[in-house]
């Protein structure tokens, strides 16, 4: 991953958000005019307020996913660590 892109998004959320915005906007309108159709503004307001609302919640998701699953392996190896109390799974002991 980017870190200096996750830094954006973690220190600007509203500048990251709104650069989602203008990304997407970008895209719809190209891939209409690709096409040859004509540009439909409120057709592009509803998919530029759809993709940006699942793409900033997906991505808050998996950075909660990640933040936990970095807090939950620092406890096991905490309790891990230690060979006293690593168990042999084949054996149970």
């Not at 996750?6 to 650069?19: E, F, G, I, N």
């Amino acid at each position: 991953m980017n870190m200096e892109a996750d830094d954006v998004v973690v220190d600007h959320p509203v500048l990251a958000t709104a650069v989602v915005a203008v990304v997407a906007t970008v895209a719809y309108v190209g891939v209409q005019v690709v096409f040859g159709d004509a540009v439909a503004p409120l057709e592009t307001a509803i998919f530029v307020v759809v993709f940006t609302t699942v793409y900033v919640a997906g991505n808050r998701y998996l950075r909660g996913r990640q933040r936990s699953s970095e807090e939950d392996s620092d406890t096991d190896d905490a309790v891990t660590d230690d060979p006293a109390t690593d168990e042999d799974w084949a054996t149970g002991k």
